[in-house]
């Protein structure tokens, strides 16, 4: 059985930073991708990065490229975003999610998710 746990999330000013984490257990570490979305209030989820885990293959989607950036580790099975110069459009929910398929992935088309991780920007 496929689990993700996410952590890391917080209260953070703007401008400010937060590392995500997402410890991956259940999922053979050897071929497949790691993906980080969001969810704010009243807005779909959204895919923001990913991470394929047999190259290293990273994609960001034009919102955060710049600020986050995600990594592997695969000693331990887990796939980090760090997040850099938060802005008052980054806070949500956030969900890391794995699936086989990239493609899959990158649409969301996959049954593999965390509980997310709360992120708030704010003063």
């Known amino acids: 059985q496929v689990q993700l746990v996410e952590s890391g999330g917080g209260l953070v000013q703007p401008g400010g930073s937060l590392t995500l984490s997402c410890a991956v257990s259940?999922?053979?570490?050897?071929?497949?991708?790691i993906g980080w979305f969001r969810q704010a209030p009243g807005k779909e989820r959204e895919g923001i990065s990913f991470i394929t885990l047999h190259d290293g293959k990273i994609v960001y989607t034009d919102s955060v490229r710049g600020r986050f950036t995600i990594s592997r580790d695969n000693t331990k099975n887990t796939v980090h975003l760090q997040m850099n110069s938060l802005l008052p459009d980054d806070p949500g929910r956030y969900y890391c999610a794995a699936e086989r398929s990239f493609a899959r992935l990158i649409i969301g088309r996959t049954d593999n998710w965390g509980q997310g991780t709360q992120v708030t920007v704010s003063e």
């Open positions: 259940g999922f053979s570490w050897d071929y497949g991708a």
